[in-house]
């Protein structure tokens, strides 16, 4: 069974860091196309960040680029996002998910046809 798990989320103040984890089971990460998204109350979903399958490329919204990294640990088939200089406006549920968005945004590489989510982890910027 195909399963992704977020964990690390949390209240943190304005300027400060958090790192997410994503733990796969059932398939194998380093297959994949691995993203992370978010979604805030009332606002659309958005891709935040993706590293490609083949080399290991990594992309980014422009609104985290330069403070987020994503990277990939596949001894433990586990993607991780490095957060810092954290901003209220990043206040959101975050989830990691292969899926055709990652493809269709930034040409993520690889994508077998079929969308696999977790179910999120809350971060919350705020003083």
């Known amino acids: 069974q195909v399963q992704l798990v977020e964990s690390g989320g949390g209240l943190v103040q304005p300027g400060g860091s958090l790192r997410l984890s994503c733990a796969a089971s059932?398939?194998?990460?380093?297959?994949?196309?691995i993203g992370w998204f978010r979604q805030a109350p009332g606002k659309e979903r958005e891709g935040v960040s993706c590293?490609?399958?083949?080399?290991?490329?990594?992309y980014y919204a422009d609104s985290v680029k330069g403070r987020f990294t994503i990277s990939r640990d596949d001894a433990k088939n586990t993607v991780y996002l490095q957060m810092n200089s954290l901003k209220p406006e990043d206040t959101a549920g975050y989830y990691c998910?292969?899926?055709?968005?990652?493809?269709?945004?930034?040409?993520?590489?690889?994508?077998?046809?079929?969308?696999?989510w977790g179910k999120g982890t809350l971060v919350t910027v705020s003083a």
């Open positions: 998910a292969t899926d055709h968005e990652l493809v269709s945004t930034w040409g993520c590489d690889f994508y077998y046809g079929e969308d696999y």
């Open positions: 059932g398939f194998i990460l380093d297959y994949y196309a």
């Open positions: 590293i490609s399958s083949s080399d290991g490329s990594t």
